[in-house]
Nanobody
Framework: QVQLVESGGGLVQPGGSLRLSCAVS????????MAWYRQAPGRQREFVAS???????EYGDPVKGRFTISRDNDKNTGYLQMNSLKPEDTAVYSC???????WGQGTQVTVSS
């Protein structure tokens, strides 16, 4: 069973930054695509960003220009650098390996003054 563990969430003021990590218990992590999603209270899960095994990247419109997804296959870890955070970015952020059933438990990000 592959496990995904997110970390790096917390409380940050508007305009601040956070870096989320997703540690994957799979030595063949480099063979998988990876993605981040978020879900705010009372709202549907929303696509944030994805990076394929080949390094192709996509972002959801609300985060374009502010968030950066990356991965380190040697460390079996994916990252989400979040800059210029806004209150509407408040959500639980989860990582997943697309085309599998593997999801992390999520990490809370709260943007508030």
């Amino acid at each position: 069973q592959v496990q995904l563990v997110e970390s790096g969430g917390g409380l940050v003021q508007p305009g601040g930054s956070l870096r989320l990590s997703c540690a994957v218990s799979e030595s063949r992590f480099g063979a998988y695509d990876m993605a981040w999603y978020r879900q705010a209270p009372g709202r549907q899960r929303e696509f944030v960003a994805s990076i394929t095994r080949y390094g192709n990247i996509e972002y959801g419109d609300p985060v374009k220009g502010r968030f950066t997804i990356s991965r380190d296959n040697d460390k079996n870890t994916g990252y989400l650098q979040m800059n210029s955070l806004k209150p509407e970015d408040t959500a639980v952020y989860s990582c997943t390996l697309p085309y599998t059933t593997y999801w992390g438990q999520g990490t809370q990000v709260t943007v508030s003054s």
